[in-house]
Every structure is written in structure tokens, then in C-alpha cells.
């Protein structure tokens, strides 16, 4: 399903963090459609107010993205095609670049189960099973054949369900897959008298409250502009909960509460009006709020310290563990992971 193939893509499951941009790169260059993948994500961003990105980075994020795009593209048995990528590119730019948009587009690979792979989209049974972590991470596994729906799930012993369903556990029970159904309006999508880690499904547009919920919850519609809200999740996903009315993100000078009710994604914690972000370059100040890196993160000293400092990221080949170095806090840059104890922007073609 696509939600492999943005995951073996972006290799971030923290897309709303949208370091993209258009780029230079071409379809014609190998990577099958990666540079309109990769446009569509920052686009789809943009139009809701959630593209963010330092002045100067964009191009090489975007160009860093691309390659690891390609990666996934030109990977032994590859089941990410041109045609899919522009379909899932046509849904992000509906859905503010949101990956789960893209998550009912299949994916499948050619490689034989027992084959070894480094995502799920090179498998013909769906699932790069992978067991290695930390500092010996190698991202590599084995493809095996999905769950069908009543099988096993979940852990370190079992695989991923089958397309169209979903792990579902309870409390000291193994999981179960089952079939994901969506929900339509008034439908109960949530039980508390049974519970189960399984997310709920409602159809598109409608959303499941389940948040302090003592009854069951039935799906509801999301708010257009001006209809009452609690919170995000009330509203269409390119509108904010502001001030108990789905809105529009507000421009600067706008009071808020969270960042996602701003257009430029920064509320400031001390005037909670809507801000520019200020870009702050290695070894300034930051709280990742209003004064953010221009590259690599915020590093704190101790816990709860509202203040940080801005933290260069390690360069591709650099020593680390787990994504980070132990002694300074910096960490991969961004598209890159700790494999086999180096930064680096995984390929699954390493796998073998």
C-alpha cells in the first residue's frame, strides 16, 4: 500500500515537518516520477499552511529527498511505478501533503518471499520483514507473505496484515487482523467495552471522537469553515479549531493557541499571536517555536529547558548512534538514518 511506499520514500514518519520543495530533478533521471512526488508534497503543504522550511534549504532538502525517492524507485523488484507516484501525487496536493492520503494506492514488488529487501514495496507478499535497530541497524529484511484477515499480527513474530485490514489487540491477546471497513456517518466507529488498539475508520470527511470518551462514539463529519469545534480533528484538514469555529489558519498578528491555527505554522509562546519564524543558525538560541534551526535541531540541556541550541546536523558518512551523536546531540540530516553506525540516506538496493 502507498503508506509503504511514502514511509520507504520520505524513510520519516514525521512528514508534517515538510523539509521539500520542487526541486530540479526529473522523471528521466531514474527516479520515475519522484520530482512531481516530491513538488506535490511541499504544494499540498503549502495550500494548508504547514510548509515551513529556512530560506537556502529548500533546494537541498528537496534534491536529498529526490535522491532517496529514486532509491526507492530503482530498488531490486520495485513495485513504486511512475503512474502510482502521480497518483499519489494528485492526492497530496488535495490533502495539505499528507501521506495517509496516498494509503489506498497498492503497492506491490516482484521479489520472492525469503527474498532480502529493504521495503515492502520490492515484495510480491507485501512485507520487508525487519528485525535490527539502534547503533547495528541495517534497515534490511526478508519479504514474507502478508496476514490474511483472522491471522496473526503485530510483534516481533508476526507479519503485517493483508491490504484492506488491519492489527487489531487487546489488552494480554495477540493481534488479530481484520478487515478495515469504513464507516459512514453515525456509524459507531469507537466502544470503550471493547477495546482494541485497531484504529478507527471513518469514511472520507468524517472523523471518530474518541478523546476522553466514556460511551461509544459514532462517526461524525468534519467541520466546514464556521461550523463548532473542539479541536483539529473537528474540522476539515485544511481548516483550524479557532476560538471554537472551524477557520482558515490565521495570517501574522493573529491571537492563537497552536501553531496549526497560523498560516506560517508558528504561534509564539509568549505573545500566542500568530509569528514569522525566525531562523537561527548553529549555536544561536531556539525553542522550536518561534526561533527554529535553519539546518539540523534544537538541542536542550536539561529536561523542561524551554531554551536550546541550534545543532548542525552530521554529515552523510558521519559516526553515529541512533539517528544522533551521544556527545553533541546533533543528529542525521534530514532523509538520512543511522545505519550500521553512519549517516546515511538508506537504499534498499544495499540489501542483498
Not at 10 to 24: D, E, H, N, P, Q
Not at 54 to 71: H, I, W, Y
Not at 76 to 86: D, K, R
Amino acid at each position: 500500500m502507498i503508506r509503504s511506499l511514502s514511509l520507504t520514500v520520505v524513510a520519516c514518519a514525521c512528514l508534517a515537518v515538510f523539509a521539500c520543495s520542487s526541486g530540479s530533478g526529473s522523471a528521466s533521471g531514474g527516479g520515475g516520477g519522484c520530482a512531481d512526488y516530491v513538488s506535490a508534497l511541499r504544494e499540498g503543504a503549502q495550500t494548508c499552511g504547514k510548509y515551513n522550511v529556512a530560506p537556502g534549504r529548500e533546494a537541498e532538502l528537496s534534491a536529498r529527498l529526490e535522491k532517496q525517492c529514486t532509491a526507492g524507485v530503482n530498488a531490486p523488484g520495485s513495485g513504486i511505478t511512475p503512474s502510482l507516484l502521480a497518483q499519489c501525487a494528485s492526492k497530496l496536493r488535495a490533502a495539505c501533503g499528507d501521506d495517509d492520503a496516498c494509503e489506498d494506492i497498492e503497492v506491490k514488488g516482484t521479489l520472492a518471499d525469503g527474498a532480502p529487501c529493504g521495503s515492502d514495496t520490492q515484495c510480491a507478499g507485501g512485507d520487508c520483514k525487519t528485525s535490527s535497530s539502534g547503533s547495528t541497524n541495517t534497515r534490511c529484511g526478508t519479504c514474507v507473505a502478508r496476514v490474511p484477515v483472522g491471522g496473526a499480527c503485530g510483534g516481533t513474530s508476526n507479519g503485517s496484515c493483508v491490504k484492506g485490514a488491519t492489527c487489531a489487540t487487546k489488552a494480554g491477546e495477540t493481534g488479530i487482523c481484520v478487515e478495515r471497513v469504513l464507516l459512514a456517518e453515525g456509524e459507531v466507529c469507537y466502544d470503550p467495552s471493547k477495546p482494541s488498539s485497531a484504529p478507527p475508520s471513518c469514511g472520507d470527511g468524517l472523523a471518530c471522537k474518541i478523546d476522553g470518551a466514556s460511551a461509544a462514539v459514532k462517526c461524525t463529519r468534519r467541520g466546514d469553515a464556521g461550523a463548532a469545534c473542539t479541536s483539529e480533528s473537528d474540522c476539515l484538514s485544511a481548516l483550524a479549531c479557532v476560538s471554537g469555529k472551524c477557520a482558515a489558519p490565521g495570517p501574522e498578528g493573529t491571537p492563537c493557541t497552536t501553531s496549526s491555527q497560523c498560516a506560517n505554522g508558528v504561534c509564539s509562546e509568549t505573545s500566542k499571536k500568530c509569528v514569522a519564524t525566525q531562523w537561527v543558525e548553529s549555536g544561536g538560541a531556539c525553542n522550536n517555536s518561534e526561533r527554529r534551526c535553519a539546518r539540523g535541531s534544537c538541542v536542550t540541556g536539561t529536561s523542561g529547558t524551554p531554551e536550546g541550541k541550534c545543532v548542525d546536523p552530521l554529515a552523510d558518512g558521519a559516526p553515529c548512534t541512533t539517528d544522533s551523536s551521544s556527545s553533541t546531540g546533533a543528529q542525521c540530516d534530514r532523509y538520512a538514518s543511522c545505519i550500521a553506525g553512519t549517516c546515511q540516506i538508506f537504499d534498499p538496493a544495499t540489501c542483498k
